[in-house]
């Protein structure tokens, strides 16, 4: 049913601890021209991935870049709305969709970032074709990224969902037919990790898959879509804007691939890098 479906859209966080990544007085202009960009990630990769690899890119542009650390997820779209920054990057497009029109913000989506993907993972059964019936599929409890497993076991041909399901937010009542009686075992997405001795495949949130010690790499089926790669978002009178437009090359460029191919394997790739992962 949704093997077509798969296309994109795009988890979320942040408060703030102020980091600056690189030096300068407080000007963001040079002549009229905007010289400095506040950037806001939440704690963990997309932060390193703008302190390590993109700021550089930008400051060799002869940009300052400001780098303010977030660590929930309501903060990062207010400081962009009220002007605090420029830029976040932390978060899926249906909860920038969801927050922006919950608080009448004038934010929306910039462009797709390299994101730990959603997964499924072998537990005592170690490939797809050793599936059969009755077999255990621990799924995280919360509504969101239920959904995500029923799509996914759909997408294999385990179960079936009603035609015209949402989703985003499938749930049990849209199951009309569990072809092999899969056994779905719900538990906290944190704890899933724990449990790969008592259940044949686990479906684990990429954070969560990195955290447990766990390699993305070693999923037996990543989430066949971008409905929930991250996305950077920016204020809307921002997006023609020559600095925006820099950043957006710079997150797109050879570099910053080669970047996160080193040091981020197993991430899902934006849809514009023409590739899903390496």
């Not at 002869?62 to 779209?77: A, H, M, R």
């Not at 937010?169 to 779905?184: P, Q, V, W």
């Not at 766990?214 to 089926?221: A, E, F, R, V």
């Not at 710079?250 to 080669?258: D, T």
Request: hydrophobic share 40%; with cysteine; charged share 25%.
């Amino acid at each position: 049913m949704f093997k077509k479906w798969f296309k994109s859209l795009a988890v979320v966080l942040g408060l703030s601890v102020l980091v600056a990544c690189g030096s300068g007085d407080d000007a963001t202009t040079e002549g009229g021209v905007k010289k400095e960009i506040r950037f806001g990630a939440t704690t963990g990769e997309f932060y390193d991935m703008i302190k390590y690899s993109i700021a550089p890119i930008l400051e060799e542009q002869g940009y300052k870049v400001k780098l303010i650390e977030f660590t929930d997820y309501v903060q990062p779209n207010l400081a962009l709305a009220n002007g605090d920054l420029d830029i976040n990057v932390f978060q899926h497009l249906p909860y920038l969709q969801s927050f922006k029109k919950e608080h009448g913000l004038n934010i929306k989506e910039g462009f797709e970032v390299p994101t730990a993907p959603y997964g499924l993972y072998p537990g005592r059964l170690k490939s797809l074709d050793q599936v059969k019936e009755g077999s255990k599929v621990a799924a995280p409890n919360d509504p969101s990224n239920f959904a995500r497993v029923l799509v996914i076991l759909d997408y294999l041909g385990w179960i079936e969902l009603r035609e015209g399901t949402d989703p985003l937010t499938a749930s049990k009542r849209d199951i009309t037919k569990n072809i092999l009686n899969i056994d779905i075992i719900e538990l906290e997405a944190a704890n899933i990790p724990r449990v790969l001795d008592d259940v044949d495949f686990a479906a684990i949130n990429g954070n969560y898959v990195l955290s447990a010690g766990m390699k993305l790499t070693d999923s037996i089926l990543n989430e066949p879509n971008f409905n929930y790669i991250n996305w950077s978002a920016i204020r809307v009178e921002d997006e023609d804007s020559q600095w925006y437009q820099d950043v957006k090359a710079a997150y797109n460029s050879e570099r910053f691939q080669e970047y996160i191919t080193a040091k981020f394997p197993g991430f899902q790739f934006p849809s514009a890098w023409g590739v899903t992962s390496k």
